[in-house]
């Protein structure tokens, strides 16, 4: 019986790859235990079988499945020989428990970040609440209060801000909270910038600073020992590793698409050594940084700080795996950022 092409390829697209004709996906569901025998059979080393079977009923495969992958071997990719592609076998010495030890360092890693952004997302509310609505109560819903350039740059028929309002007002409509119910019912206006920010998200939070006006900008970065541009960029940071810790993924060596911009030696000096390796900032090491620098910023007693550094100090030893791979280069510990 020929497979349909939507069932052969994923929502309607083509069933193809660069040009080549790809199969329709066959594997059987397996059991708990039918699963942990595939990953002995691929060479993944397991002492305890009840325990693993345990991990994969509690955590799941697919969860666990990157926590495997440094394990993994590569080979030469059949369809380019300038390249290799990771295997379904593992290299000798790799063990399940070690996969397990990575995903909970990475549980209590988004835990802590999670800790810092909360800190962060509450002072840039307040921050952006106080400096645009001195200008107007609702100076977000008008690009007149904003920075024109940016406001009104053009996306997909719509401005920017058109854009970014849309988003903001549906986040206000979804909350059921009492305040929003009493505002309503007693006055006509939209929610005042005060009001509104407790309603957004730091993705939200932080596309709005970047729009907001110069001098604004300027006013909220300086209260950081920041220059605008920087201080957007590290807030930027921050929302990509939130939302991945907020959607239980694996941060430790993840790749970080919006990475932490250097800042000028005369910012912030502490941070200008997130330059000098490319990882410091590709990877979690340039947010870890940033989160320690904005968080010592809003409270000078945090113990942060010194939880993240105690935190990847105890990197669970085993082959394969490093701080290293997270960014966090032989002698981070010493840099004056986590003193």
Partial sequence: MAVPAVAAGIKGRPSSYQGRMLPPYTKPHLSFADQLALLMQRGLGVS?????????????????????????????????????????????NAEFRHAVDLYLFDKRLRLLFLDAIER??????????????????????????????????TFKGNTRHQNWLSKADEAVDRVKDDWVKAFRRTYSSPVPIWMAVEAWDFGTLSWLLEMAHPNDRFAIAKRYGLLPDTLVSWIKTLAFVRNISAHH???????????????????????????????????????????????????????????????????????????????????????????
């Fill in 249 to 339: 993924a694996r941060l430790w060596n993840a790749g970080i698409v919006s990475q932490p911009q250097v800042p000028k030696s005369f910012e912030a000096p502490r941070m200008v050594h997130i330059g000098s390796e490319v990882v410091r900032r590709s990877r979690v090491y340039g947010a870890a940084a940033v989160a320690s620098y904005l968080v010592k910023q809003i409270h000078v007693g945090t113990s942060w700080s010194d939880r993240m550094k105690a935190h990847w100090l105890a990197f669970p030893v085993m082959p394969f795996a490093s701080p290293a791979q997270g960014g966090f280069l032989p002698g981070w510990d010493t840099e004056a950022i986590w003193s």
């Fill in 48 to 92: 305890d079988t009840a325990k693993a079977t345990e991990h994969l009923q509690r955590i799941g495969y697919g969860r666990l499945t990157p926590y495997w992958q440094p394990f993994q071997q590569f080979v030469p990719d059949p369809d380019d020989a300038t390249r290799t592609i990771r295997s379904d076998l593992f290299r000798p």
């Fill in 120 to 153: 962060i997302e509450v002072a840039l509310r307040v921050d952006l609440a106080h400096a645009l609505g001195k200008r107007d109560p609702w100076a977000h819903r008008s690009s007149a209060f904003l920075d024109a350039n940016r406001a009104n740059a």
